[in-house]
């Protein structure tokens, strides 16, 4: 739901369930009917509607068909973005019983005080080719050819993309060799095709110039893995959301204080140093691969997009302040798989599909990412966590529905 940045929105309703059996038809279409009654969505392609083969014309090849993972909403969750404040129901696409339960708990603790305040703060999606040379010295006169090419390489970019553009060049060495770092902004996209093509040309412009002897696109390849660099310097999207849940929320949805919450995240802490982990975070695996499923992102960034780290203190009122940054989310609202069937139903019911959509996208997955992390750690502190998964997990072969 879109507003103008008014604190006075009209709330989503609570998605309806069925004591009887929450699987059935009759249950599962009343929640979809409503969440298209609600945002004035049709979800043909949620409902098992398929979409035309050739739509995945330049996705995938040997087509057979599509997987079919169940999706569900989490939420709704209240969110103060750069678009102003906005409410949603978040679409999930898992196979893990309890994880939709555990974000809409999360959120649930999020919104018993002020809308958590997320913002992307720092947007570029970087490439790193590398040139090699037979010397120090030739690397060292190649590294100074590049501020005086800062033009033709602007000109090269403006070539191949009406969306994209050069916002940085950052050359350094490596040896007798020049790390080309180059920063794109690339619109509501991912952006990588683009991105690349740009550093291959872009390179290849700076080894004609400086005699490189050999030259690679992917020289340091921080592409879809965990990087101590992307974690320093962000990659993507970088954002940062903050919330404020009081004490007496904690106790009631929760059945935990704000300092075992404090002293949980600590020890996690110093595991978590002493495994060198790019990611702390507790779960942001969890929640972003469900919503890059349902919306159509490339999960191989996902090695990427969960590293960063969790925040906690205890206020002078005595309620824990919460914020995780996430440094590197790599998602797109146009291009990729967003443009047809489930993805973009999804996108739309986050109301972020197309242009103008990823920058809030972004700020949502943070807010989830803390919704998540808040409720997962609360049930590690009120030892509800192995309850949870056996009331609400997957099937035990032979024992039929639990």
Same mark, same amino acid.
């Given at each position: ?96 019983? /309890? !994880? +939709? #339960? ?7 603790? $999020?919104?018993? &005080?002020?809308?958590?305040?997320? %913002?992307? @703060? ?21 590294? /100074? !050819? +590049? #501020? ?7 000109? $090269?970019?403006? &070539?191949?993309?009406?969306?994209? %553009?050069? @916002? ?100 996690y802490a110093q595991g978590y140093a002493q495994l060198g982990t790019h990611n702390w975070t ?121």
């Amino acid at each position: 739901m879109m507003t103008d940045g008014s604190s006075r929105i009209p709330a989503l309703p609570r998605l309806p369930r069925s004591a009887a059996d929450d699987y059935a038809p009759a249950a599962v279409a009343a929640r979809r009917e409503l969440v298209e009654r609600v945002l004035g969505l049709a979800l043909p392609h949620a409902a098992g509607a398929p979409v035309p083969t050739a739509s995945a014309k330049g996705k995938i090849e040997n087509l057979i068909g599509y997987a079919q993972v169940p999706l569900g909403l989490a939420g709704p969750l209240r969110v103060d973005t750069s678009a102003g404040l906005r409410e949603v129901y978040v679409p999930m696409a898992t196979t893990e019983g /309890a !994880l +939709v #339960a555990s974000y809409s708990r999360g959120m649930r603790l $999020l919104a018993s &005080g002020a809308p958590p305040r997320a %913002r992307v @703060i720092k947007d570029g999606l970087s490439q790193h080719p590398v040139l090699v040379y037979d010397s120090l010295e030739r690397a060292q006169r190649a590294l /100074a !050819l +590049v #501020a005086g090419m800062r033009k033709r390489f602007d000109e $090269l970019v403006a &070539g191949i993309t009406k969306h994209g %553009r050069l @916002i940085a060049v950052e050359p350094e060495l490596l040896g007798a060799r020049v790390l080309l770092r180059l920063v794109f902004a690339t619109g509501d996209a991912i952006g990588i095709n683009m991105a690349a093509h740009a550093a291959e040309l872009c390179s290849a412009e700076l080894a004609r110039a400086s005699g490189a002897r050999e030259r690679y696109v992917h020289g340091q390849d921080v592409e879809k893995r965990s990087n101590a660099r992307a974690l320093v310097e962000g990659r993507g999207r970088s954002v940062i959301c903050e919330a404020r849940v009081p004490r007496a929320a904690l106790a009631e949805l929760a059945r935990v204080t704000p300092e075992q919450i404090l002293a949980c995240w600590r020890v996690y802490a110093q595991g978590y140093a002493q495994l060198g982990t790019h990611n702390w975070t507790v779960q942001s695996a969890n929640g972003l691969a469900a919503v890059f499923l349902a919306c159509g992102q490339d999960l191989a960034y996902l090695t990427e997009s969960a590293t960063g780290w969790l925040d906690f203190e205890i206020d002078a009122a005595g309620d824990l302040a919460a914020r995780v940054q996430l440094p590197s989310l790599l998602v797109g609202t146009v291009g990729g798989g967003t443009g047809q069937g489930t993805a973009a139903e999804c996108l739309r019911i986050l109301g972020v599909h197309g242009d103008g959509g990823a920058p809030v996208f972004a700020e949502l997955l943070g807010a989830t990412v803390l919704a998540g992390d808040l409720s997962l750690l609360a049930a590690f502190c009120s030892h509800e966590f192995v309850a949870a998964h056996e009331r609400l997990g997957r099937n035990r072969p032979g024992t039929g529905p639990r």
